[in-house]
């Protein structure tokens, strides 16, 4: 094979010139938008197109690796793609690891060529195909997990696969998350300009407690900064006028854990780690702990649940190990997310309410926020109070009628914007003007 034999033939090259052309037409027009409704319509052609673009590169990686095109030089296929595209040697491995997985999910791969699922999707979909241990059940379920990536935002569609695969392979998931616990480490190194660096691994259990920790110290830096620009900015104030970065602020945090240690010399964190699980999981891990087999669990049984509060997944067997010794707080939901459990660590909190309207969402319901459930505040979809000329109110405080919004969502829903739960247990918000917001 010589150079000539790669020269594209000239269909593909007008083909690809016509494409660049129209590039060169849309990256040159004026894109000043009339009104939020253009800007949603435009953010979707253009993702539309631009998903197009990556199916088309992951072909063109195919072709490449297919053909053998990359052995002319020595390359790998990685090597060659990044190589010759300049691009990371990450990219390219993520484009060769999509080729291998494509070519036996045909479904993914129509539905990638016409942008019916995101790049995002894909690469998370191949990357459950990268666990031979999954990979044929991933084949069989194709169809349904495209369904699932068509419909769902990212981070859901991250979390049912994250889901699906860990019920798929659950002894793999139980044995790496052992492993990482077995080989958990924290270390403080001191650089040779004096200043410190802090690296650490830990399994899921004590790496969700860490977390929650963490975010409550962020929480009160973030408030003394906010405090501060307040006082100088009043009611003009934004993020831009903070002192510190959220880096800056989240090591400062740090910090003030460790002083906060050193002075209590307890050991007992002050902030609780709520896991929440539902009953089935909860009784088959007992039932396993015991040295029983209950055999496989089934990855597309509803009601599944196993995360902290603000939704950071967990190790099954790990969990429930520690709510038997009551060091955390369990929390156990039935098939519907009602709460029928919350340990016998309960006592250390109030406020049940608030607790029982958390459990069903990990996250700010406004679409597309994703702040944590326990940084949001408990909105009345109803209003308990009337809000003149919008809502009557009357609404009761109860978790059939609340649900977790955001500082700045919750402020936004006091002009004109509506909650309403469905019978689903989904959220719509709908504007002022009475479209729906998505």
Not at 167 to 190: A, K, P, W
Not at 284 to 294: E, T, V, Y
Request: proline share 5%; charged share 20%.
């Amino acid at each position: 094979m010589t150079c000539s034999d790669l020269t594209p033939s000239a269909e593909v090259a007008e083909a690809v010139a016509a494409a660049d052309r129209a590039l060169d037409a849309l990256l040159h027009l004026d894109l000043t938008l009339v009104d939020a409704a253009a800007g949603v319509a435009l953010v979707q052609r253009i993702e539309h197109l631009g998903t197009r673009i990556d199916a088309l590169q992951t072909s063109v990686a195919g072709t490449i690796t297919n053909a053998g095109l990359h052995t002319i030089d020595a390359h790998t296929p990685t090597t060659y793609i990044a190589h010759h595209a300049r691009t990371s040697r990450r990219e390219a491995h993520q484009r060769v690891a999509t080729v291998r997985a494509l070519q036996h999910l045909p479904s993914v791969a129509t539905a990638y060529r016409s942008a019916h699922i995101g790049t995002d999707a894909v690469r998370r979909i191949t990357r459950a195909y990268s666990n031979p241990r999954v990979r044929a059940a991933l084949i069989d379920a194709e169809a349904d997990i495209v369904d699932h990536a068509r419909t769902l935002p990212y981070p859901d569609f991250d979390a049912f696969l994250t889901q699906w695969t860990k019920l798929v392979d659950e002894d793999g998931t139980c044995h790496h998350n052992q492993r990482r616990h077995h080989q958990r480490n924290v270390s403080l190194h001191q650089d040779f300009d004096d200043s410190w660096t802090l690296k650490g691994s830990f399994a899921a259990l004590q790496g969700a407690e860490i977390d929650t920790i963490l975010r409550h110290y962020l929480d009160l830096e973030f408030a003394i900064d906010w405090d501060q620009a307040t006082a100088e900015h009043g009611d003009a104030t934004t993020t831009a006028h903070l002192a510190r970065t959220e880096h800056q602020r989240r090591a400062d945090a740090f910090h003030k854990m460790c002083l906060a240690a050193n002075v209590s010399g307890s050991g007992k964190p002050a902030v609780v780690t709520g896991i929440v699980i539902d009953q089935a999981t909860f009784a088959r891990w007992i039932r396993k702990l015991n040295g029983a087999d209950p055999g496989p669990d089934d990855p597309w049984r509803p009601g599944y649940r196993c995360n902290t509060t603000d939704g950071i997944r967990l190790e099954p067997g790990e969990a429930v190990a520690a709510a038997l010794l009551g060091d955390i707080r369990r929390i156990i939901t039935d098939a519907k997310g009602v709460v029928i459990d919350l340990g016998r660590r309960s006592r250390l909190f109030t406020g049940g309410a608030r607790i029982a309207a958390q459990i069903p969402h990990t996250h700010c319901i406004w679409p597309g926020c994703h702040v944590p459930t326990s940084r949001c505040h408990i909105d009345h979809a109803t209003p308990w109070a009337p809000i003149p000329g919008v809502d009557p109110g009357g609404g009761t405080t109860s978790p059939d009628n609340a649900a977790p919004l955001c500082a700045k969502h919750n402020r936004h829903k006091q002009h004109g914007y509506r909650t309403k739960r469905g019978p689903d247990g989904n959220w719509t918000i709908t504007r002022p003007d009475g479209t729906t917001l998505r």
